[in-house]
């Protein structure tokens, strides 16, 4: 992988890669973003967690100034957006959720079309399109439609396109969503490699596994605003303790469990079949004898916090 | 990134102009020989039919021999149809179906630059193609002549402004199919009161001042004065009103665009 940072550019004020502060977007009567705040310190990878609707993907928007915030304000390396969105838009690179490559090009000149936009010098224009070949793997097949690539290639390409001009910063909008287990493993490879030269990433994502594996720190949304924020085991710690007891049964079985966890204090969550008992080295011995044994212990995960904060029921 | 580099990036920028022209050249690569095809046989077709067919009924419009009077007008309804259907078309399609202006939006340009720079690639394409039927014409004995030079000028500013027509409509449209009122209610009444295929004159007096008010009208008239020859006052004046035309058709294309590509 071949990727160098862009020299540091003038205007980065703050610390911070991306801050929002207060804000709000309504899109009518509806609130989809309600007084978020958030801080990315340059050089980590933030996860952005949260259900379908949480309110994610409008953020990713008004960062490039594609939806324009209500209220509050927001800086994006440094220049306040929307009022110099272009500037920042200029310094970051963007991944969407949906892949939106034009199907009648090739990979390469998808890549070309990216590198003029993004203003890559022409000296410099080749090398970094051959550049973003070989780090989406796609070297050999530069010269496909995409219409002809499959599914893994494309997003790859999709990713690529975001760093043909070596980005201080990128927002990946569920980089991994619909694609096999392979490769997302590879993804997930491309993107840590992004981390460890120093690149900001906010990645939103609803696989927990996702953030687990690669984020520095999550937060997690829900109705527009950040309910909890730190590191993946700062997360499960707070929120889910140590380890989980799981108890199988008939509904009426699960509902007692839940009673009776809930009344010693505990947080539960149903999880399939069972009820999860969450904090589970925490349980008191009288309580254990009253759940009974038949309890399958395993470690709490960022699942648990995950259900636990944003609530059962999808709405 | 240097100060002076900076402060350039708040105003109209050629950049993503030139970004968005490589796209529709790499795109362009692929439909050149179709479109080409398309631009020397369907004026063949109409000089034969109209120049042969309904010219053996009427020999002459004016001082103009049929066949000729015909071939000078089709060059005003190729630049419509070269920029009014990929205004609307490649702008629904691209906004709508293929995102690629949300892509475009998510780098560093800005909607009033990917209008301009999507309008001006029809524009430019448009004023090279609709100059075929001349060349077309010159083998059924048109006379050749240097204002023929000219003529790009004349469909350049017509394409411009109905592209970015086609454009604005591709934004307050609902749905792709609701072009029809479109093609029907505004394109063919333009292409049929533009003193194409004979003169507005002989239009009902109403008509008539309805067709000064299409601007496609005027590029038949320049584009008949280029040919035949200039008569500068009117020429400036119908130039005029096809440059204010794409003015306004940039305004309203723009705030169009932007609502609805900016939440």
Same mark, same amino acid.
């Given at each position: /992988? !071949?990727?160098?940072? $862009?020299?540091?550019?003038?205007?980065?004020?703050?610390?911070?890669?991306?801050?929002?502060?207060?804000?709000?977007?309504?899109?009518?009567?509806?609130?989809?973003?309600?007084?978020?705040?958030?801080?990315?310190?340059?050089?980590?990878?933030?996860?952005?967690?949260?259900? %379908?609707?949480?309110?994610?993907?409008?953020? /990713?928007?008004?960062? !490039?100034?594609?939806?324009?915030?209500?209220?509050?304000?927001?800086?994006?390396?440094?220049?306040?957006?929307?009022?110099?969105?272009?500037?920042?838009?200029?310094? /970051?690179?963007?991944?969407?959720?949906?892949? %939106?490559?034009?199907?009648?090009?090739?990979?390469?000149? %998808?890549?070309?079309?990216?590198?003029?936009?993004?203003?890559?010098?022409?000296?410099?224009?080749?090398?970094?399109?051959?550049?973003?070949?070989?780090?989406?793997?796609?070297?050999?097949?530069?010269? !496909?439609?995409?219409?002809?690539?499959?599914?893994?290639?494309?997003?790859?390409?999709?990713? $690529?396109?975001?760093?043909?001009?070596?980005?201080?910063?990128?927002?990946?909008?569920?980089?991994?969503?619909?694609?096999?287990?392979?490769?997302?493993?590879?993804?997930?490879?491309?993107?840590?490699?992004?981390?460890?030269?120093?690149?900001?990433?906010?990645?939103?994502?609803?696989?927990?596994?996702?953030?687990?594996?690669?984020?520095?720190?999550?937060?997690? /949304?829900?109705?527009?605003?950040?309910?909890?924020?730190? !590191?993946?085991?700062?997360?499960?710690?707070?929120?889910?303790?140590?380890?989980?007891?799981?108890?199988?049964?008939?509904?009426?079985?699960?509902?007692?469990?839940?009673?009776?966890?809930?009344? $010693?204090?505990?947080?539960?969550?149903?999880?399939?079949?069972?009820?999860?008992?969450?904090?589970?080295?925490?349980?008191?011995?009288?309580?254990?004898?009253?759940?009974?044994?038949?309890?399958?212990?395993?470690?709490?995960?960022?699942?648990?916090?995950?259900?636990?904060?944003?609530?059962?029921?999808?709405? | 990134?240097?100060?002076?580099?900076?402060?350039?990036?708040?105003?109209?920028?050629?950049?993503?102009?030139?970004?968005?022209?490589?796209? &529709?050249?790499?795109?362009?690569?692929?439909?050149?020989?179709?479109?080409?095809?398309?631009?020397?046989?369907?004026?063949?077709?109409?000089?034969?039919?109209?120049?042969?067919?309904?010219?053996?009924?009427?020999?002459?419009?004016?001082?103009?021999?049929?066949?000729?009077?015909?071939?000078?007008?089709?060059?005003?309804?190729?630049?419509?149809?070269?920029?009014?259907?990929?205004?609307?078309?490649?702008?629904?399609?691209?906004?709508?179906?293929?995102?690629?202006?949300?892509?475009?939006?998510?780098?560093?340009?800005?909607?009033?630059?990917?209008?301009?720079? &999507?309008?001006?690639?029809?524009?430019?394409?448009?004023?090279?193609?609709?100059? @075929?039927?001349?060349?077309?014409?010159?083998?059924?004995?048109?006379?050749?002549?240097?204002?023929?030079?000219?003529?790009?000028?004349?469909?350049?500013? @017509?394409?411009?402004?109905?592209?970015?027509?086609?454009?604005?409509?591709?934004?307050?449209?609902?749905?792709?199919?609701?072009?029809?009122?479109?093609?029907?209610?505004?394109?063919?009444?333009?292409?049929?009161?533009?003193?194409?295929?004979?003169?507005?004159?002989?239009?009902?007096?109403?008509?008539?001042?309805?067709?000064?008010?299409?601007?496609?009208?005027?590029?038949?008239?320049?584009?008949?004065?280029?040919?035949?020859?200039?008569?500068?006052?009117?020429?400036?004046?119908?130039?005029?009103?096809?440059?204010?035309?794409?003015?306004?058709?940039?305004?309203?294309?723009?705030?169009?665009?932007?609502?609805?590509?900016?939440?």
């Amino acid at each position: /992988m !071949t990727l160098q940072r $862009a020299p540091e550019e003038v205007g980065a004020g703050s610390a911070a890669a991306i801050s929002l502060r207060g804000v709000v977007k309504r899109f009518g009567g509806f609130t989809a973003v309600d007084g978020l705040d958030l801080e990315v310190p340059s050089g980590i990878c933030l996860g952005l967690l949260g259900p %379908n609707g949480a309110g994610k993907s409008t953020t /990713m928007k008004m960062l !490039t100034a594609q939806a324009v915030p209500t209220e509050g304000t927001i800086e994006v390396l440094g220049f306040p957006v929307p009022r110099e969105s272009k500037r920042a838009r200029a310094a /970051m690179g963007v991944v969407p959720q949906q892949d %939106n490559l034009d199907e009648e090009l090739t990979a390469r000149e %998808n890549l070309e079309v990216f590198a003029h936009l993004y203003r890559v010098p022409r000296k410099e224009r080749r090398g970094a399109v051959d550049d973003a070949l070989a780090i989406a793997h796609l070297t050999e097949r530069q010269g !496909t439609k995409v219409d002809d690539l499959s599914g893994g290639m494309r997003r790859r390409l999709l990713i $690529a396109r975001g760093l043909v001009h070596r980005p201080r910063l990128v927002l990946l909008d569920e980089p991994t969503v619909g694609l096999d287990p392979q490769v997302r493993a590879e993804l997930w490879g491309l993107i840590d490699g992004l981390r460890a030269q120093g690149t900001t990433v906010l990645m939103s994502t609803h696989y927990i596994e996702e953030a687990e594996r690669l984020a520095d720190e999550c937060a997690l /949304m829900s109705h527009g605003r950040v309910i909890a924020r730190g !590191t993946p085991a700062e997360l499960v710690g707070e929120y889910a303790g140590e380890r989980v007891v799981e108890h199988y049964g008939p509904p009426d079985r699960l509902a007692e469990v839940e009673r009776l966890a809930r009344g $010693a204090g505990l947080p539960t969550r149903r999880t399939g079949p069972s009820v999860s008992v969450l904090k589970a080295e925490t349980i008191a011995p009288s309580l254990a004898d009253e759940l009974g044994a038949d309890g399958v212990r395993r470690a709490a995960n960022l699942e648990d916090v995950f259900v636990v904060l944003t609530g059962e029921s999808v709405e | 990134m240097s100060g002076a580099q900076a402060e350039r990036l708040r105003r109209f920028e050629m950049a993503p102009v030139r970004g968005v022209w490589r796209h &529709e050249l790499a795109l362009f690569k692929r439909y050149w020989t179709s479109q080409s095809f398309a631009s020397m046989v369907e004026p063949t077709f109409f000089l034969l039919c109209f120049g042969y067919g309904f010219g053996s009924m009427v020999a002459v419009i004016g001082d103009y021999r049929y066949l000729d009077f015909v071939a000078t007008g089709v060059v005003g309804t190729a630049a419509l149809f070269t920029s009014v259907f990929p205004g609307m078309f490649n702008g629904y399609i691209r906004r709508v179906f293929q995102h690629t202006y949300d892509a475009m939006l998510a780098a560093p340009v800005d909607v009033h630059e990917l209008v301009t720079a &999507e309008a001006s690639w029809i524009a430019a394409k448009s004023a090279v193609y609709s100059c @075929t039927p001349l060349i077309v014409a010159l083998f059924f004995g048109l006379d050749p002549s240097f204002g023929m030079l000219l003529v790009p000028v004349a469909t350049f500013f @017509t394409a411009l402004g109905f592209g970015l027509f086609g454009m604005w409509t591709s934004s307050v449209v609902p749905s792709i199919n609701s072009f029809d009122y479109v093609i029907t209610g505004v394109v063919t009444p333009l292409f049929l009161i533009a003193g194409t295929f004979f003169p507005v004159d002989a239009l009902p007096a109403w008509a008539e001042t309805a067709s000064k008010l299409n601007p496609l009208y005027h590029c038949v008239q320049l584009v008949r004065h280029m040919v035949f020859g200039i008569r500068p006052l009117a020429d400036l004046g119908h130039l005029a009103v096809l440059a204010a035309f794409a003015a306004l058709m940039w305004t309203i294309a723009v705030r169009g665009m932007r609502r609805r590509l900016i939440d």
